[in-house]
Antibody, heavy 116, light 111 residues
Framework: QLQLQESGPGLVKHSETLSLTCTVS??????????WGWIRQPPGKGLEWIGS???????YYNPSLKSRVTISVDTSKNQFSLKLRSVTAADTAVYYC????????WGQGTLVTVSS | NFMLTQPHSVSESPGKTVTISCTGS????????VQWYQQRPGSVPTTVIF?????PSGVPDRFSGSIDSSSNSASLTISGLKTEDEADYYC??????????FGGGTKLTVL
């Protein structure tokens, strides 16, 4: 049974870099056809796609975040990672990792708070 | 930019039927599959419909999905409403660049 688990600091300082890792178990990240993505949800707000990566390293980013985001994959560890630079309070959110398409298979999510 | 628009909120009584719409901004919503997620407070979203009208195992057949190309919209219909159906519902699809797109979410109140 596929499981995804986010890990990383729950508190990041203003203007610094948010770094999260998603560990995939119960299946290989190198399976063709699937993408591995990051989605976030600010408190009380809707879902926002951040970006996705294919096992080969091909990436797709939300244009509104593209200038600050890097997603990478480590197939040897069955993990993929998110880096979001120059964070502000607006980046405070629950961050989910997920597999797709077509539907998203979600991790449990992790709350990241940006402090001033 | 391809966007999906949902009503902010809907409400209906237990036992009744409710339909939540999801309208595509451009192109054809039928070009890519539409999914629907249910999210209860403090919980991870779960899939109630995938590939326009398919139900995952364990989702009751009270939940159904459809596509209307004439209005460029997708719909989630929940019949025989139960109080446990009260949640936020999100539609999701893809744009022409393989980007994931979410609707803004609809808060369903069952009263």
């Amino acid at each position: 049974q596929l499981q995804l688990q986010e890990s990383g600091p729950g508190l990041v300082k203003h203007s610094e870099t948010l770094s999260l890792t998603c560990t995939v178990s119960g299946g290989s990240i190198s399976i063709i056809h699937y993408y591995w993505g990051w989605i976030r949800q600010p408190p009380g707000k809707g879902l926002e796609w951040i970006g996705s990566i294919y096992y080969s390293g091909t990436t797709y980013y939300n244009p509104s975040l593209k200038s600050r985001v890097t997603i990478s994959v480590d197939t040897s560890k069955n993990q993929f990672s998110l880096k979001l630079r120059s964070v502000t309070a607006a980046d405070t959110a629950v961050y989910y990792c997920a597999r797709h398409p077509p539907q998203l298979h979600w991790g449990q999510g992790t709350l990241v708070t940006v402090s001033s | 930019n391809f966007m999906l628009t949902q009503p902010h909120s809907v409400s209906e009584s237990p036992g009744k039927t409710v339909t939540i719409s999801c309208t595509g901004s451009s192109g054809s919503i039928a070009s890519n599959f539409v999914q629907w997620y249910q999210q209860r407070p403090g919980s991870v979203p779960t899939t109630v419909i995938f590939e326009d009208n398919q139900r995952p195992s364990g989702v009751p057949d009270r939940f159904s999905g459809s596509i209307d190309s004439s209005s460029n919209s997708a719909s989630l219909t929940i019949s025989g409403l139960k109080t446990e159906d009260e949640a936020d519902y999100y539609c999701q699809s893809y744009d022409s660049n393989n980007h994931v797109v979410f609707g803004g979410g609809t808060k369903l109140t069952v009263l």
